[in-house]
């Protein structure tokens, strides 16, 4: 399959710009090169009809979130949330660099997205975005009235290390340490710390993810080998999969999770529950947020977010 040509256009102007691999930097030099590459790849931000930065009490003190209501919304209509969990391998990213896309996400879904800063590593290791992630949707649950937010209607989700991230809440949402979800929107998710499928040896260079980028995000998160088999951080390692939420799962082809990504959307059909599996077979990992140079990113994100309000339409 050949890959997408505004993909290809975005490796062909990182090698022209001699940024060097992640992998090669130190977590503070990714967190830099990260945030100086956003003007760059991703488009304006579309207007919604709110947005507001706030906190919520955290296990190591507060969280920083960010509330956004979909354009077209009333102040006083109470809308469905989706708690939104950036990516960036639990080592950059943060409100603003998926900006972006969470406002494109309200509004094609016509929702409250809020999304979560969580403790990043090395600083913070696993399972401190679990805690984190686990604390913010306590409070929007919690606090649903107050936000003009339907409790009925939570859903998970997020992109690469944010799609792991929703992918554990909605399991610890199943066994009832976590209020009720009823969608996890898993976006090239990681879900397996072992780093053991075959596209580890598929995809060793010439783009943004590679196995030795995401070998080097893992061991920040999760040093201690041992507990990468845990399912908090690797969710496909969970014993039973069965009674999660509706999921909509998207993979990557050209993109070193992209086998465990299916494997993950293939254990929630054989566990019992109601999975939609997009496979974008020409784009590389991370092209959501790169709408500048990828249009199929927009399709892709509006994509997700018709499959959870359609959800939400179902009751």
């Known amino acids: 399959m050949p890959i997408d040509p505004g993909a290809q256009s975005v490796l062909d102007l990182i090698r022209q710009l001699g940024r060097p691999p992640i992998h090669t930097l130190t977590p503070a030099e990714a967190r830099e090169a990260s945030a100086k590459s956003r003007a760059i790849l991703q488009p304006e931000p579309a207007e919604v009809a709110e947005v507001e930065d706030?906190?919520?009490?955290?296990?190591?003190?507060?969280?920083?979130?960010?509330r956004y209501r979909a354009a077209g919304t009333s102040a006083a209509e109470k809308l469905p949330c989706l708690l939104y969990l950036h990516g960036g391998g639990w080592v950059i990213g943060d409100l603003d660099s998926h900006d972006q896309p969470c406002r494109t996400l309200a509004n094609a879904a016509r929702?409250?997205?809020?999304?979560v800063d969580y403790r990043m590593a090395p600083e913070h290791?696993?399972?401190?975005a679990v805690e984190d992630c686990a604390a913010a949707l306590r409070f929007v649950a919690a606090q649903a009235e107050a936000l003009r937010l339907d409790p009925a209607r939570l859903a998970v989700g997020g992109?690469?290390?944010?799609?792991?991230?929703?992918?554990?809440?909605?399991i610890m949402?199943?066994?009832?340490?976590?209020?009720?979800?009823?969608?996890?929107?898993?976006?090239?998710?990681?879900?397996?710390?072992?780093?053991?499928?075959?596209?580890?040896?598929?995809?060793?260079?010439?783009?943004?993810l590679t196995d030795k980028t995401m070998r080097w995000f893992i061991d920040h998160y999760v040093p201690e080998k041992a507990r990468r088999y845990e399912w908090q951080a690797s969710p496909l390692r969970a014993a039973s999969l069965a009674g999660t939420a509706t999921a909509y799962v998207m993979t990557a082809g050209y993109d070193p999770l992209v086998d465990e990504g299916i494997a993950y959307?293939?254990?929630?059909?054989?566990?019992?529950?109601r999975v939609t599996h997009?496979?974008?077979?020409?784009?590389?990992?991370?092209?959501?947020?790169?709408?500048?140079?990828?249009?199929?990113?927009?399709?892709?994100?509006?994509?997700?977010?018709?499959s959870l309000a359609h959800h939400w339409a179902q009751g």
């Not at 929702?111 to 999304?115: E, H, S, T």
Request: glycine fraction near 8%; proline fraction near 8%; hydrophobic fraction near 45%.
């Open 125 to 128: 290791l696993y399972p401190a």
């Open 111 to 115: 929702c409250c997205v809020i999304a």
């Open 173 to 208: 949402s199943r066994d009832g340490s976590l209020p009720p979800v009823g969608f996890q929107m898993l976006l090239y998710p990681a879900c397996d710390m072992a780093a053991e499928y075959p596209a580890y040896q598929r995809f060793t260079e010439g783009l943004i």
């Open 265 to 273: 959307a293939k254990r929630l059909e054989a566990d019992g529950v």
């Open 159 to 170: 992109d690469s290390a944010g799609g792991n991230l929703a992918a554990v809440l909605a």
């Open 278 to 306: 997009v496979h974008m077979a020409d784009q590389i990992h991370a092209f959501l947020t790169m709408g500048k140079f990828i249009p199929a990113s927009d399709l892709a994100l509006r994509h997700a977010a018709l």
């Open 54 to 66: 706030m906190e919520c009490p955290g296990p190591r003190g507060p969280i920083r979130l960010r």
